[in-house]
């Protein structure tokens, strides 16, 4: 909660046409998901699907940690991590990103590794 209470503080002015209102729930919206509620972890034990969990690793709107604790819970879970990353990965990244999730990538989908 103080990284997002660093980044998210209601001092600090809403993106430029957005109202204060719509800065304010999202806040709202924030702190409420930041409250844990282990029932809610637990019931990921029941996605069958394999699910690829990415992130970068200087992220400041979804902490990595969170990336950890997701992947841990996935039963088929996949986690890759980009290193010097922030939220838009996929952006900084865009050529590499398309080539890991290419059809001919031949990495287990199944690893719990981190492949950084």
């Known amino acids: 909660m103080q990284h997002i209470a660093a980044t998210c503080s209601p001092q600090r002015d809403a993106p430029p046409g957005a109202p204060r209102s719509q800065r304010d729930a999202q806040l709202d919206a924030i702190h409420a998901w930041g409250t844990p509620d282990p029932s ?3 019931r990921l034990a029941g996605v069958t699907q394999p699910v690829l969990v990415a992130n970068g690793d200087t992220d400041r709107m979804v902490p990595t940690r969170n990336s950890h604790v997701l992947a ?3 039963p088929d879970a996949r986690l890759r991590i980009w290193q010097d990353a922030g939220h838009g990965f996929l952006f900084q990244y865009s050529a590499e990103v398309e080539a890991f999730l290419s059809p001919t990538n031949t990495s287990d989908g199944a ?3 981190s492949l950084t």
């Open 40 to 42: 809610n972890l637990n």
């Open 72 to 74: 841990d819970r996935l």
């Open 111 to 113: 690893s719990k590794e």
